[in-house]
Nanobody, 120 residues
Framework: QVHVVESGGGLVQPGGSLRLSCTLSGSTFAINAMGWYRQAPGEQRELVAAITGDDNTNYADSGKGRFTISRDNAKNAVYLQMNSLKPEDAAVYYC??????????????WGQGTQVTVSS
């Protein structure tokens, strides 16, 4: 059984920073891409940032220059450093991990989300 757990959300003032963490536990053969998504009330879930198995990164325009995604393969973890936060960054942030089994089948695992609130 694979579990994905996010942490690090909270309340921050505009201009502040937060670092989100996400860890996968359980047995898995390989972890491929990892990503962060967010969903604000009444909105669809959207990609924030993603990182491939060979460390290629991709960012939504909204976070370019402010957010940095990184991964630690030894810890089965992915991180999102968010700087210069804006009220419009407030949302529930979800981690997604793409894994493969020994037969080459891919699986996508979501965490339960962590709330980020940006307010003065």
């Amino acid at each position: 059984q694979v579990h994905v757990v996010e942490s690090g959300g909270g309340l921050v003032q505009p201009g502040g920073s937060l670092r989100l963490s996400c860890t996968l536990s359980g047995s898995t053969f390989a972890i491929n891409a990892m990503g962060w998504y967010r969903q604000a009330p009444g909105e669809q879930r959207e990609l924030v940032a993603a990182i491939t198995g060979d460390d290629n990164t991709n960012y939504a325009d909204s976070g370019k220059g402010r957010f940095t995604i990184s991964r630690d393969n030894a810890k089965n973890a992915v991180y999102l450093q968010m700087n210069s936060l804006k009220p419009e960054d407030a949302a529930v942030y979800y981690c997604n991990m793409n894994t493969s089994d020994p037969w080459g089948d891919e699986h996508y695992h979501w965490g339960q989300g962590t709330q980020v609130t940006v307010s003065s």
